[in-house]
Every structure is written in structure tokens, then in C-alpha cells.
């Protein structure tokens, strides 16, 4: 009986499987260990539909020829970029009630915040502190200049971002519905300008180092150091610590934890201070 090969499931074999492991992890913390079979199903069609014969010649393309388009398309099939708007609001809550006044008073001089939405994914983050911002200062807003940097690895997710077009969940309030997006094609909704404007979209690698202007006030970090193992995640919060301002904050997810070494203050379940 003979079977179509581009039907069957390929394999990777041990060697190759370390190969890329080994790969993904030294040059972007991703780690993938514990994902072997993740790896066969979704790349799989991947190998096949770009005329490879195996995952050999794939791996092999990859560390001695992958441009930036390869890449992305390898880390986009591997991983998960699963985020929605209002997501887990016990963190927004604290930080409207409490980081947001902190800040707002040590920067009455200049007006000026430095955020950071690292690991942004589609956007809906970076967009939602904008808009718990603009409530919070209502008619100041004007006054400052509370712009955020919203990066991520992924260059598909980043170009949605831009595009700012979700499917609205049932729970947005109404008056962030009617002042912060307007209705799009099929029943979807586009970011405003005036919140678009806000956010600063840029592709980074978390494993670089952090050098960007301004040192942060606050830095959201949520739901990416899952794909990290501990000595990754260890040095990422280390760099992250140096970004910020004294007493500035770090926000993770509430799936997530910091060592107990670690440097950063913790305030409350995934929020922590420098």
C-alpha cells in the first residue's frame, strides 16, 4: 500500500530536533525543549509547501541561510501570540490607582512618561494603557507627552498592530467604544488616530541588549517569559531592571513570577518596583 508522502507526518530526527532547540534558544530564548512534537505538526507543512525533503534540509537552510522572512515565519509557527484587550484588569486596576499617580508626581516638571509594552504582540496592550492614560489625565492629556514603546520579535504581529483593526470583546465599556476606535468592514473596529498616535511600534529581540533612549517609568512585560527558561528569564529581568528609573515598575503576568533573588520589590501579585 503506498502512502503520498506529502501526506505523512515528517519527523525530526535527535540530532536535528538539538540543532534547532539549540538554535532558537541562543538567539532568542525561546525554549523548546519540552516542544518536539509541536515542532513536527507545525512545521511540517512549513518543510513541505517550501519544497524541502526533510527537516534536515530545513534546519540546515535555517542556521547557515535564514533571512529575516524565515525566521519570523519559524518563531510565528512556534509560538503564540494570544493576547486581548483587558486582560487580567487587576493589574490595570493597580496601575490607574496606584503606579499612575506615583509617576504623574514625579514628572509634574517635564510631563514627559517613558513605558515600555515589551513582548506586544497584536497591540492590544499598548493600546489599552493609552487608553487607561487619556481616562486617567481626561482633559490634561494634551499636557503630556506619555507616548509608549510597544515592541516585539514578531514582524506579522507588528504589522497588525499597526493596522489597529480588532474584533471588539462584549465586555469593552461604551464610552471606550464611542472615543477610542471607530467601526471597520465586518463588524470589526480600528484604533483611533489619536490612540494610534500614541504608541511607538518597533520589532526587538528580547535577548538584546536594552538600549533605548530614555530609561523607563514603567515596563509591561506579560506573558512572554513563559517561552523562557530560568537563566533566560533571570537575565531578561536583570536588563529590564537596568532600563528603568529608580523606583520605576515592572509588570508581568499573573501566571507568572520573579526568583526570590531576585533585585525587584514586589508590591503585589505580578507587579513589582525598582
Sequence with gaps: MNIDKNLKELTISDADFTRMVKFVQTNYGIDLHAK??????????????????DFKEYVDFLLNHGSGDDINELLSKLTTNYTYFQ????????????IMPD???????????SIWSAACSSGEEP????????????PKWREWDARMLATDLS???????????????????????????????GNRFEIAQKVKDNVIFRQFNLMDPIQ???KFDVIFCRNVMIYFDQPTKTA???????????GGYLIISLSENLPPDTKWKRLTSAIFQK
Excluded at 531578561?236 to 529608580?246: E, H
Design 36 to 53: 518536539r512534537q509541536l515542532i513536527q505538526s507545525r512545521l511540517g507543512s512549513v518543510i513541505k509547501n517550501k519544497g524541502y525533503n
Design 87 to 98: 486582560r487580567e484588569t487587576e493589574s490595570f486596576d493597580f496601575y490607574v490607582k496606584k
Design 103 to 113: 509617576i504623574e508626581s514625579k514628572h509634574q516638571s517635564d510631563k514627559v512618561l
Design 127 to 138: 493600546y489599552n494603557v493609552t487608553m487607561y492614560m487619556m481616562d486617567y489625565f481626561g
Design 155 to 185: 514582524v506579522d504581529v507588528l504589522n497588525k498592530a499597526r493596522r489597529g483593526v480588532y474584533q471588539l470583546p462584549d465586555n469593552m465599556p461604551a464610552n471606550w467604544k464611542r472615543d477610542y476606535f471607530k467601526p471597520s468592514a
Design 212 to 214: 533605548f533612549k530614555r
Design 236 to 246: 531578561l529581568i536583570n536588563r529590564m531592571y537596568d532600563a528603568t528609573v529608580p
